[in-house]
């Protein structure tokens, strides 16, 4: 619950206020102060009559009625004092600074409940505990540095960790990224993440709020409620980049299939970022990075001319560019000889634009002039400019900000050197601009913006899968755990998902049989052992009865073998689709190249069922093996259209059959016309 009082109060009391601003009740009423809040504030320290110059009460039941209470106190007084303002004092909004929590013990967790009991009786907002508060531009009411400048349109930050929100505006302000609001809501006992996005959500007026978000994000307790809000919000012209810590895949369980080694909670939270249409970084430098460039003119391509006087930075600006599938295209022609003939003698123009270190502010002006108006290949520009300290750059830094402000094309502005010419720097900053001091992470930022998908839709694709008879094969498989391969290709056909034929049986001569009726050569494996490769289970291209009978005697002396599957021998570039269930999240769909080189490469990429077809386009074309499957070096390209489908179809039948809770089709055949299932692996709970 988040009420207007926590937004715009018009009293604040600081409960635990100090004269002492290395107190975190002296930085808070400090900050308060300095960030020149307007409305009435109080404190409450039975040692003082006035605190930092802010009259001063002995007790909560002293003060007259505040719409604001920031706690700065012992954790086991909180609930006492909460209740005492919440019921007395018509406090509707309480921020708890106090760490001693849930986050501890189990009797701070039952302070904790008690708190929360209260403030929702009283219909107030809590912020915490455990925080460091929260900032926007009405009320400073953080105990922290740095405050960082705050205007209506700048960033809102929503943060799990206080002290990494911190480290964030840390690494902000020296980019001179502006902010709206700072959000820690701690240990998120009310208020979490996903509460802050949904009031955001809920109450955007594109005329005054920002369109800018920035989460770090611990824990994600609602993911369905975190899809819809950031979907809405960039539906709505936003822009929201997010971390998320804690995914790494030592926390992953152990699992049977290869989807369920492969998939982790990471895995999911890929695939809800990518549905969303998240930007997801990976470091508080990238966060940072990718919201100065939320700041910029939107980029309307993927060419960049980059124009320097070093030519080390541009090279590896080219080099993360081109990593980043972003193009730094070549210029030649008559206008690059035109602009080199304007240049001092040595300059190059090819691509990076090097005008060499003796290059002058109107050199700067004029390779801006014409990628601007002469370079039809060029979207955007970058303008690499330091110092070695011999000269200042006020007069270069001033042709910066102008042609930034008339251009057309986004300019992003690269000036390193943030020590020998800070004054300059900073000069720049104050007009309102982003600096970003490192090429290659600024390289690495704008990749990820350009490829983050647009929000999916929440469609579910029907066409071609035969629901009602997915129901009736899920209700009859009679026990949990692996399905039988009857079943498998049952629920494969009932979805619309090409299946390879094949036969099961115990009976050699009826395996022999059904060997000579396909025509070899056959494919043999045995039914019975989860991992047939790994027990010699799998034998390919057996070219004739013979060597059938022989593999299916030793196979069906393998322990656990309870039969032999027997399938056409195909041919075909093979691919990979599975599927997890992780608790919250739903299925994660997980798709990239077949065979072993699923475990071995593990280069997937995941997509939260049910899918759309431009969420599967999106999934294959971020795999780093993409250019196989177009095909590569003479080797013909699969049927991408078919494999996309392929996905799509799955995910709906997860929507129906959502007792499946792992599977693998490894491998799926493709060729340039057909994509094909050649073998798959189902696991239920019922």
């Not at 604040?12 to 100090?18: E, F, K, P, Q, R």
């Not at 400073?140 to 960790?161: A, E, R, T, W």
């Not at 036969?503 to 049989?513: G, H, I, N, P």
């Amino acid at each position: 619950m988040i009420t207007h009082q926590l937004l715009r109060p018009e009293s604040i009391v600081v409960v635990g206020a100090s004269n002492n601003v290395h107190k975190p009740g002296g930085a808070i009423l400090k900050n308060l102060i300095s960030g020149g809040y307007r409305g009435e504030l109080r404190a409450v320290n039975p040692k003082e009559q006035e605190v930092q110059g802010v009259p001063s009460f002995a007790s909560a039941e002293e003060i007259p009625d505040t719409d604001l209470a920031i706690l700065a106190i012992p954790a086991q007084l909180c609930p006492d004092v909460v209740e005492t303002l919440a019921s007395q004092k018509q406090t509707k909004a309480f921020i708890i600074l106090s760490a001693g929590f849930g986050e501890e013990t189990h009797e701070g967790a039952l302070l904790e409940d008690r708190i929360l009991e209260i403030v929702n009786k009283y219909g107030a907002s809590l912020i915490g505990p455990n925080c460091i508060g929260l900032m926007n531009t009405w009320h400073h009411s953080v105990f922290s540095q740095p405050i960082p400048q705050l205007n209506p349109k700048g960033v809102d930050l929503i943060s799990s960790s206080g002290a990494t929100a911190v480290f964030i505006l840390e690494s902000a302000v020296t980019k001179g990224l502006q902010f709206n609001s700072v959000w820690s809501v701690g240990n998120a006992k009310q208020i979490g993440v996903e509460d802050v996005l949904a009031y955001m959500d809920e109450n955007y007026d594109p005329e005054k709020d920002s369109n800018l978000k920035l989460l770090y994000i611990e824990s994600i307790g609602d993911p369905d409620r975190l899809l819809f809000h950031a979907a809405s919000l960039i539906k709505k012209g936003c822009k929201i980049a997010a971390i998320k810590a804690g995914s790494s895949e030592s926390g992953s369980r152990a699992a049977s299939s290869h989807t369920g080694a492969i998939a982790s909670s990471d895995s999911a939270v890929e695939a809800l970022f990518r549905k969303a249409g998240i930007v997801r970084c990976y470091s508080r430098e990238e966060l940072t990075t990718v919201g100065c460039v939320f700041t910029l003119p939107e980029l309307r391509g993927k060419n960049f001319a980059i124009i320097t006087h070093a030519g080390g930075p541009g090279v590896m600006l080219t080099d993360a560019l081109s990593k980043g599938g972003l193009n730094v295209p070549r210029l030649s022609g008559a206008a690059a000889e035109e602009l080199k003939s304007k240049l001092f003698p040595g300059a190059s123009v090819g691509n990076p634009i090097d005008i060499l270190a003796t290059g002058t502010p109107e050199h700067l002006k004029l390779c801006i002039d014409y990628c601007e108006e002469e370079f039809e290949n060029i979207d955007a520009m970058m303008a690499i400019f330091g110092t070695p300290g011999l000269v200042t750059m006020f007069d270069m830094y001033d042709v910066l900000d102008e042609k930034m402000r008339t251009c057309r094309k986004p300019i992003f502005p690269i000036l390193p050197s943030i020590n020998t010419a800070g004054a300059e720097v900073a000069a720049f900053l104050e007009k309102g601009h982003v600096n970003f001091a490192d090429e290659v992470t600024l390289g690495t930022a704008l990749s990820r913006i350009v490829n983050a998908p647009q929000p999916a839709n929440n469609e579910i694709e029907l066409f071609g899968v035969d629901v009602p008879r997915i129901r009736r094969i899920i209700d009859s498989v009679p026990e949990d755990g692996y399905i039988s391969p009857h079943h498998v290709q049952s629920l494969l056909q009932a979805a619309g998902i090409p299946v390879v034929e094949e036969f099961v049986s115990s009976k050699k001569e009826d395996v022999l049989a059904f060997g000579r009726r396909c025509g070899f050569p056959v494919v043999a494996k045995v039914v019975g052992p989860v991992h047939k490769s790994d027990v010699g289970g799998v034998v390919l291209n057996i070219k004739g009865e013979e060597h059938l009978a022989l593999e299916f005697d030793r196979m069906m002396q393998i322990p656990d073998a309870t039969a032999i599957m027997v399938q056409p021998m195909l041919k075909g570039t093979e691919l990979f689709i599975g599927a997890k269930y992780e608790q919250k999240f739903g299925h994660v769909v997980l798709c990239g190249l077949g065979g072993i080189f699923v475990e071995v490469l593990k280069d997937v990429s995941s997509g939260l069922a049910p899918l759309s077809y431009e969420e599967a386009y999106s999934m294959i074309h971020s795999l780093r093996a993409y250019k196989i499957i177009q095909g590569t070096r003479g080797q013909k390209g699969v049927n991408e259209d078919k494999f996309a489908e392929i996905i799509v179809r799955l995910s709906t039948l997860l929507r129906f059959a959502t007792e499946i809770k792992e599977m693998d089709i490894n491998p799926l055949l493709a060729t340039e016309t057909d994509v094909i299932a050649v073998d798959a692996r189902i696991r239920i709970e019922k």
